[in-house]
């Protein structure tokens, strides 16, 4: 309770989002850049503010005049120097915090030669990079199980996708976490209800019984004239709330707030406590339930305990959150109510240590048990826990493999889908690859003008050529965003670069620290409409 | 000394979008040099230095603005530097508006950036008609209120110099929002006051009888304890010693009634309003707006159609669709706002109506009549001669359906009320 350190200062905006334990994973990071650009920049400052552990730039190119209208990160004092070493000593002076290096090296040789490189990372981060190179990166990130994330900007939009073997997340921030077992209640909290008896109570007592307290009394009652089981359809539901209300006392000038709140929340009452089908299912995942092993994740093996604990002392329930929204109460019965469901979640939590303990052993890693925090931590969201696995790039890039429908029925459904911004990418980057310039875009070698008639018919074709490839219609993606995108012909405009920056920092964020949601697994944005569409791809 | 800058190269992006035209271009939009220098020259204002202020600047520096203006009446402080990138360390204590322009001067040249350390209600229209975009990126429903209504009272319709696009962004963690108002043609600021959510507040008794949480015993130490036993200094939420006071309070307190959970960042966070802030949404918030100021400055692409919701919390989403005006806006609609109350109520209970209604939240209105003052809060004389009038049943102050004005310490403009007896 001392008055915060200048770290604890500093951080202090976002340590309200992800906490002491999510700034710790956020600085154990180690962030690899391919491409100093305009966006790899901008991605890397958001990353670097709130303190990742450390980042390495790759780029060979060197600073140019076209570098100072999209790049905040380099100067006019730097043009014709490394780009690698001008971004990241202005990157790095953001954060003192944060350790960096750069290479200045050719990313695309870096991937052809020494795949071992990418080994050492937390998290790649690869902007400006397309075609073979980009696979055989992400073949590369793949192998070696390093997150990946592919950004891509063109004109007013922006694309990014994230690569991930698997990305388990305890902490996903849910809006709220309720769990008041009001149709089981333990031995605890319904000896706790029992020792109220409201029609004795003066009229201030009953004015502030927590609601929690009403509904398990309504709930007892209802399951003595129905056979202990739950109002389940919509007449007994009513009645059931009339069964509330006829403990209301109507008195001139009281306000009857909990009972308001109890017919509020009489739903909870009726509702079974259940382990929800997505919770089940990492139960029942293979990692949970196969044999340990020493590097068997934290995430597996209290995963494992959790379903035994279920089977077991939980009584087929999920250990309990222990959280208490706030009600209309006084002090006494709120405070007497949350110590009750504090208790219970603690002789779960500790019953699912106990079983950690033993798989820890058991995984042949008891040198390295699992914190308590960690356990506790699983406890409290084991309503809420995820498991994200992601589809590699190879198989969304092999036409065979590719999710082409969710394409074909976004584009279906909305020729304005920002799907169509997706295609005309992916085809871009074919012609790309033989133009040696995006269509549209003036050729630097020869300076010639462009014919941007002839670019848009070749990314015509190249749209239709992929779409057959993939069994889809030739003329999905209309004209109109064929003329744009040759409009655009690759322009980094600072703006697109920025909005990536930030939207890709924040997956970022939430891959590093395991909290939150990310994205699963592409997001386009369209800056005509403001309009980001995320998609599996 | 910089060596010179080629500027096609240097604005090859930009420059690609504004040379051609295409599909998505807005109506009138012409390419060219002609709308190049436009971008190049135009004016236009940031208000607020802070998160989105920083972003925005440098964003508008990259887009090719070169004459952009800043307002911001703060300093710089530690719990700035996670995200407000054009500050260091040394900078604490610093004014903002200055600190960021010089930044972003130096890093861009040819971008001149002019700050003002001060308040946006210490400038009058005639300083906020020289821009020709206004983007704000504010951190309270107070500040919004007063540009918003200030820069649609400059509009004459006779002179379309006088229509100011207004962009602003706000964030909140992982979540923000960007929108876009075209005085008296899309809704504006008040045409939405009833989007915000009001910020969390505690039931006095609740606090002074009944704690259960620990922000209770916070609330109690700040709203009760403080002006009890300090009537004579002000609580600084920025005042570690203040703070410190409070915890011992709050802390106590919450022994006494068996309450946990009181630290000094959440009693920071519970007296000052903290709102969680990251660099990364300020990055998608700012860069939002700064490409509709790009899009509105050049036409080179149609406009956000109004307002952008951006989550980040459960994967990606967002939200964009058209606010619609709303005809009795107190700011920008054409026909009064309506009021229905029974005659019989007093006029302290049609002005605690006015504070209270989530569209159109005055703090301490002033109420007057065509024939004369009902109640006014200033100068002290009027007010202790109009105070009888409170407790005035309404019908013997008014007709039904008749029409009040109503100026507020919120609002830079008066607005016209009708008065209309229910029963």
Known sequence: MSIADSKTQKYDRQLRLWHAHGQAALERSKVCLLNGSGVGTEIVKNLILPGIGSLVVVDSAIVSDSDLGE????????????????????????????????????????????????????????????????????????????????????????????????????????????????????????????????????????????????????????????????????????????????????????????????????????????????????????????????????????????????????????????????????????????????????????????????????????????????IDRFCKNAAFVKVLRYRSFAEESDPRTAEAKTIGNALASDPRDNAAWYVALRAGEECKEHLGRWPGEPDSTSGHEVDVESDAAVLRDAIATYLAARGLPTDAVSNDHVVEFVRAAGANLHVTAALLGGVVSQEAIKLLTRQYVPIDNTVVFDGVRSVASVYRL | MAPSINSQQRWRGVYRYLERTGPFANEGFEPGEKVKDFLHTIKVLVVGAGGLGCELLKDLALTGFTDIHVIDMDTIDISNLNRQFLFRAADLGKPKAEVAADFVMKRVPGCKITPYFGKIQDKDEEYYSQFTIIICGLDSVEARRWMNATVINMYDEDDPETLKPI??????????????????????????????????????????????????????????????????????????????????????????????????????????????????????????CATEAFKIATNCATYMSNYMMYVGEQGVYTYT??????????????????????????????????????????????????????????????????????????????EDGGEITVTDQALPISMNVTVRFSD
């Not at chain 1, 706790?192 to 109570?201: E, G, I, P, R």
């Not at chain 1, 017919?263 to 196969?290: G, H, K, N």
């Not at chain 2, 660099?279 to 939002?288: D, G, L, M, R, W």
């Not at chain 2, 009902?374 to 007010?383: G, N, S």
């Open chain 1, 71 to 374: 790049n905040f990160f380099v100067t006019p004092a730097h043009v014709g120097q490394p780009r690698a070493k001008a971004v990241s000593d202005l990157l790095l002076e953001l954060n003192g915090d944060v350790h960096g290096d750069y290479l200045q090296e050719d990313p695309e040789a870096m991937i052809e030669r020494s795949p071992e490189f990418f080994k050492q990372f937390t998290l790649v981060i690869a902007t400006q990079i397309s075609g073979k190179s980009l696979r055989r990166l992400a073949d590369i990130c793949w192998e070696q199980d390093v997150a990946l994330i592919i950004v891509q900007a063109h004109g007013l939009v922006g694309y990014a996708r994230i690569q991930v073997r698997e990305h388990t997340i305890v902490e996903s921030h849910p809006e709220q976490i309720v769990d008041l077992r009001f149709d089981s209640p333990f031995p605890a909290l319904a000896a706790f209800a029992d020792s109220f008896d409201l029609d004795a109570m003066d009229s201030l007592a009953h004015s502030h019984m927590p609601y929690i307290i009403l509904l398990l009394k309504a709930l007892n009652t209802w399951k003595q004239s129905h056979n202990a089981a739950l109002p389940s359809n919509r007449d007994e539901r009513e009645e059931f709330k009339q069964l509330v209300r006829t403990q209301e006392r109507k008195e001139p000038g009281v306000e009857n707030l909990n009972f308001e709140e109890a017919l509020a929340s009489a739903y909870r009452a009726w509702t079974p406590t259940t382990i929800p089908s997505s919770i089940q299912s990492i139960l029942d995942d293979t990692r949970a339930a196969e044999n340990l092993t020493p590097d068997t994740p934290d995430f597996w093996i209290i995963a494992r305990a959790v379903r035994d604990f279920v089977a077991n002392e939980g009584h087929g329930l999920l250990p309990l959150p222990g959280t208490v929204p706030d009600m209309h109460s006084d002090t006494e019965s709120y405070v007497n109510l949350q110590t009750i469901y504090r208790t219970k979640a603690r002789q779960d939590a500790a019953a699912v240590a106990a079983r950690v303990t033993e798989l820890v052993a058991l995984a042949g890693r008891a040198e390295r048990p699992i914190a308590l925090d960690e």
């Open chain 2, 167 to 288: 962009i602003d962004g706000g964030t909140e963690g992982f979540k923000g929002q960007s929108r876009i108002i075209l005085p008296h043609f899309t809704a504006c600021y008040e045409c939405s006051l009833d989007m915000q959510t009001k910020p969390t507040t505690y039931p006095m008794c609740t606090i002074a009888n009944t704690p259960r949480l620990p922000e209770h015993c916070i609330e109690w130490a700040s709203v009760l304890e403080w002006p009890r036993t300090f009537p004579d200094k002000k609580l600084d939420g920025d005042d570690p010693e203040h703070i410190k006071w409070l915890l011992d309070q709050a802390s106590a307190r919450a022994r006494q009634y068996d309450i946990t959970g009181v630290t000094y960042s959440l009693t920071q966070g519970v007296v000052k309003n903290i709102i969680p802030a990251i660099a990364s949404t300020n990055a998608i918030v700012a860069a939002s």
């Open chain 2, 321 to 398: 669709f058209e606010l619609q005006k709303k005809d009795d806006c107190p700011v920008c609609g054409a026909v009064a706002i309506k009021i229905d109350v029974p005659a019989n109520s007093t006029l302290q209970d049609l002005i605690d109506l006015l504070m209270e209604r989530k569209d159109i939240r005055l703090k301490a209105p002033s109420l007057r009549t065509g024939s004369g003052s009902l109640y006014m809060q200033a100068p002290r004389a009027l007010r202790d001669a109009t105070a009888p009038n409170l407790v005035k049943p309404l019908r013997e102050l008014l």
